[in-house]
């Protein structure tokens, strides 16, 4: 298996575009996590899914973040409009039930 | 609310003695605590977990000790290796499968 693939893993934008984050977990897993690491605050979770459903998003820092699973293959996380504060790491991972989590290598995000 | 804490951004420790990383955590109504491992522009590894109706357990060099009592887990490397430098994640994962983590401690041995 190829792991928690996220795309891109660099993302440089301009002020008040919008970035979309994908994630493809890995198969057979049910649950789906969006995390943002800052030397601030560390793994900040931002939502997670379980069955593709969105469990709890009280992570997402304001109405300009969404995350979208749209089948249990693929998680969009997406920011707009982007601002230079949302520069971080995103990272997404997957788990099956009751089992540890893999995560992607992450996408680094920066908003200039 | 950060219901998991790492109060030490970081440690540093001589390679060959034990690095002990520690967490604490304010509610006890979950199931499982994990460590994670981070190395620089990597996602974080799964290192080790122990479950709430334990107090230890052991993998290799890594022991996880939980004090419940304490609202407490610690992390044991012995011997501590240079291949060991990281940032160090404590997370804590509830019946809903929530996995939320601390804000890391980052890792030194010294050669």
């Known amino acids: 298996d190829a792991g928690v693939i996220q795309s891109p893993r660099h993302e440089v934008t301009e002020m008040g575009q919008e970035v979309t984050l994908r994630c493809k977990p890995i198969?057979?897993?049910?649950?789906l996590f969006w995390y943002r690491q800052t030397m601030m605050r560390g793994l900040e979770l931002l939502i997670y899914?379980?069955?593709?459903?969105?469990?709890?998003d009280s992570g997402m820092p304001e109405d300009r973040f969404s995350a979208k699973m749209p089948n249990a293959s693929f998680s969009t996380l997406k920011i707009q409009p982007s601002e230079p504060r949302d520069s971080a790491v995103y990272f997404c991972?997957?788990?099956?039930?009751?089992?540890?989590?893999?995560f992607g290598q992450g996408t680094r995000l920066t908003v200039v | 609310d950060q219901q998991v804490k790492q109060n030490s951004p970081s440690l540093s420790v001589q390679e060959g003695r034990i690095s002990i990383l520690n967490c604490d955590y304010t509610?006890?109504?979950?199931?499982?605590f994990l460590w994670y491992k981070k190395y620089p522009a990597e996602g974080p590894t799964f290192l080790i977990s122990?479950?709430?109706?334990?107090d230890k357990n052991e993998d290799g060099r890594f022991t996880v000790f939980l004090n419940k009592s304490a609202k407490h887990l610690s992390l044991h490397i012995v011997p501590s290796q240079p291949g060991d430098s990281a940032v160090y994640f404590c997370?804590?994962?509830?019946?809903?499968?929530?996995?939320?983590f601390g804000k890391g401690t980052k890792l030194t041995v010294n050669p």
């Open positions: 198969s057979g897993h049910n649950s």
């Open positions: 899914f379980n069955n593709n459903v969105p469990i709890d």
């Open positions: 509610n006890s109504m979950f199931d499982y």
């Open positions: 991972a997957s788990s099956r039930e009751r089992a540890e989590a893999f």
């Open positions: 997370g804590r994962q509830g019946g809903s499968e929530k996995l939320v």
């Open positions: 122990i479950s709430s109706i334990k």
